[in-house]
């Protein structure tokens, strides 16, 4: 689920950038993938072709266009970049992948990922969009939600209210093979300077060789780590 800003327009182009950029498409399959009438499908795409935010390839179907990777190229990540030097050290003292992950809506999406050079690997890739309902890192994120967020999550979710009570009142929280079978992590929240909670971090690996309890033994590191990204935020 995207964020809506409330100003019709933007949020009718997003979609269009959103749909193309998941597979290059049709004026038709954009139509569909966006629920948009044709002509205002239309007008939106090419008005972002002539900013080249949208382009048309060989056989005519919409794509991402350059204009994006330039403004990325300029883009600063405050949490990505005080992230950069803690994460190294995080899979170095545990052995085992770790993550970041941000809220968006009632998913969470991976923002930042690094994996052990060798062994059983437990791999999220940058731009994976997960459940907010299974893991530890959803129940960091959902726990300092919204109400509402936590309303519309919690009737499917594999955990319930109480558990993120429990996660608030320690400060962490871990999974074993509910996001995943055969995968346990355990996560905690990253605050900015207001002390707000924006992200969450994450160690998982596989449940046979780092236990269905990873709490125990990596609470205290994920709290450190989210601890240094705090202070460079």
Known sequence: MRQHSGI???DKAMGVLHAVAAEPC?????????GLPRATAHRLAVGLEV??????DTHGLFRPGPGLA??????TDTLLDA???????LREITGE???IYRREGTVRVCVASMEPPTGLRDTVLIGARLPMSAGSGAKVLLAWADPQ????VLPDAEFGERVLIEV????????????EPGVASVAAPVRDAAGNVIAAVSVSGPIDRIGRRPGARWAADLLAAAEAIHKRL
Do not use: Y
Not at 149 to 152: H, K, L, V
């Open 8 to 10: 019709g327009v933007l």
């Open 26 to 34: 049709t004026l038709s399959d954009l139509c569909i993938r966006t």
């Open 51 to 56: 900013h080249r935010l949208v382009t048309r």
């Open 70 to 75: 330039e403004l990325a190229a300029s883009a």
């Open 83 to 89: 992230a950069a030097s803690v994460l190294p050290r």
């Open 97 to 99: 992948s770790v993550q």
């Open 149 to 152: 967020t936590q309303r519309a």
């Open 168 to 179: 608030r009142r320690r400060g962490w929280a871990q999974s074993a093979g509910e996001r």
